[in-house]
């Protein structure tokens, strides 16, 4: 089955950076858009940003300028580089792919901000 295994997650200082990768197996990675979510506390899950097979890209107004969504096809990997990071970034991050309509998760990984 589909596997989307996450790592770089931890805690960080405000103003910091982190980069989150998720490393994909038993899909032909390229020909799959990748999307990074989000879910803080009592919230609901959120879409970060989005990189299609093209490597178009999308990201939620909250975290535009500050995080940038990338692939490597080569490993296939997506990676999640954030920058300036805040608060209000703390969250469990996902990973999410699709696969002849069905849905795929990573197992997350913690985020959290503070000083």
């Known amino acids: 089955q589909v596997q989307l295994a996450e790592s770089g997650g931890g805690l960080v200082q405000p103003g910091g950076s982190l980069r989150l990768s998720c490393a994909a197996s038993r899909i032909i990675f390229s020909i799959h858009t990748m999307d990074w979510y989000r879910q803080a506390p009592g919230k609901q899950r959120e879409l970060v940003a989005t990189?299609?097979?093209?490597?178009?890209?999308n990201y939620a107004d909250s975290v535009k300028g500050r995080f940038t969504i990338s692939r490597d096809n080569a490993k296939n990997t997506v990676y999640l580089q954030m920058n300036s990071l805040k608060p209000e970034d703390t969250a469990v991050y996902y990973c999410r792919t699709a696969k002849f309509g069905r849905e795929y998760w990573g197992q997350g990984t913690q985020v959290t901000v503070s000083s």
């Open positions: 990189i299609t097979t093209g490597s178009s890209t």
